[in-house]
T-cell receptor
Framework: NAGVTQTPKFQVLKTGQSMTLQCAQDMNHEYMSWYRQDPGMGLRLIHYSVGAGITDQGEVPNGYNVSRSTTEDFPLRLLSAAPSQTSVYFC?????????????FGNGTRLTVT | ELKVEQNPLFLSMQEGKNYTIYCNYSTTSDRLYWYRQDPGKSLESLFVLLSNGAVKQEGRLMASLDTKARLSTLHITAAVHDLSATYFCAVADLYTGANSKLTFGKGITLSVRP
């Protein structure tokens, strides 16, 4: 199993450009989420989903959109990139039917907005 | 709003000595997770703690949970260089319940010196 796969690994954008960060998991997990990691800030939740067709906002949703049309995929869209969105982005998934299930993280996407 | 605090944020450890790090959270929860992150890498699940008094051990690491005090501790026995990393705790809000919606602390960076 590949687990949680994120693409791309690195990306440089200019202010105002748009892009989509891809996330796919092959573990049939219902729960998926996007976090951003900034130095000294830990991980902050952007958006999350408890199943296909269901998404909700996390702590820092502004500037980001998500959709969940399939169980496997949970893309994160930046509509108009800003320098404040320079960060490392992690996608994660977990199984909903087991309280002990931890989040499984992808390898991250390092985004720089100039 | 659920807040998670970790302290200290940085700890320099001497090889062979014992140390304890702490994770406090602000509201009722029934699940606490510990993760490890090596520089430039993703997060790896270490422990899931589900109930008051839960204790989990893996190698030189032992984690415990006191839900009444809203406190988890991670005890390190006889520190070795391989334990150098950043350690995050994360808490699930009792009332939202979703494993996809965790609140993370800022992380504690451990550095083991000879």
């Amino acid at each position: 199993n590949a687990g949680v796969t994120q693409t791309p690994k690195f990306q440089v954008l200019k202010t105002g450009q748009s892009m989509t960060l891809q996330c796919a998991q092959d573990m049939n997990h219902e729960y998926m989420s996007w976090y951003r990691q900034d130095p000294g800030m830990g991980l902050r939740l952007i958006h999350y989903s408890v199943g296909a067709g269901i998404t909700d906002q996390g702590e820092v949703p502004n500037g980001y959109n998500v959709s969940r049309s399939t169980t496997e995929d949970f893309p994160l869209r930046l509509l108009s990139a800003a320098p404040s969105q320079t960060s490392v982005y992690f996608c994660a998934s977990s199984y909903s039917g087991d309280r002990v299930s931890p989040l499984h993280f992808g390898n991250g996407t390092r985004l720089t907005v100039t | 709003e659920l807040k998670v605090e970790q302290n200290p944020l940085f700890l320099s450890m001497q090889e062979g000595k014992n140390y304890t790090i702490y994770c406090n959270y602000s509201t009722t929860s029934d699940r606490l997770y510990w993760y490890r992150q090596d520089p430039g890498k993703s997060l790896e699940s270490l422990f899931v703690l589900l109930s008051n008094g839960a204790v989990k051990q893996e190698g030189r690491l032992m984690a415990s949970l006191d839900t009444k005090a809203r406190l988890s501790t991670l005890h390190i026995t006889a520190a070795v260089h391989d334990l150098s990393a950043t350690y995050f705790c994360a808490v699930a809000d009792l009332y939202t319940g979703a494993n996809s919606k965790l609140t993370f602390g800022k992380g504690i960076t451990l550095s083991v010196r000879p």
